[in-house]
């Protein structure tokens, strides 16, 4: 069995890192997931239980093949935990593809960095395991590399997720303030109209004053 165990820190507070967990896929930077279906969610004490079936793409060389067989697609089983009140959440992932010879158990947890909360700390184990196959030692290095390298990739997707949901926000803020500049001008417009309105109703009323005085 092959440990690794991994820690970054995101410039981003924890909710914003948390919502683009949920909206991580898909992204350019890991194309190899190919999408992920809801199985179950639901509240519990008010934290969000989530159970996924994420759909990805492992790559093995030829040679494997032979050893634990070929999969076009894989899959694995996500769960996930989040408390809005701890701020915390906690992902769970374990293969169902080639569990017969494979077994790879990952944890993710975000939560606010302890020394600044205005960031988020990310911290990721994982657990390999290969069995029952010759040169199981040597394919588990294999893998525990493999997982270094797609974390580094999955951390620039967040990255990349961030970015989009900083920019709706931007555009959210800017429509909003721009329907309100809208509102304004139409109330402005409504309001001069109004009084010019009454200005000449005024005048109509002391013309025809005058008018009967003169009478």
Known sequence: MKIWTS???????????????????PNPMTPSIIGT???????????LHTHRLVQSKWYFPKWTHKLIGTAKTCFASERSAVDPTKRQMVLKTINLTFCRHISVD???????????????????????????????HYMEDMLTSSISTNAGKGRQGLEWVIGRINSEVKGIAETAAKSTDDLIMTTRRSLDDMTESARKSMDEISAQAAKHMHI
């Open 106 to 136: 990952e944890v993710l947890y975000y939560e606010p960095h302890p020394t600044d909360p205005t960031k988020t700390l990310l911290k990721q184990e994982a657990s390999v395991s290969v069995h029952g196959v010759p040169l199981s």
């Open 7 to 25: 820690e970054h820190t995101f410039n981003h507070p924890w909710e914003t890192v948390a919502q683009a967990a949920w909206r991580k896929y």
């Open 37 to 47: 279906d809801v199985v179950e969610r639901k509240v519990v004490d008010g934290v």
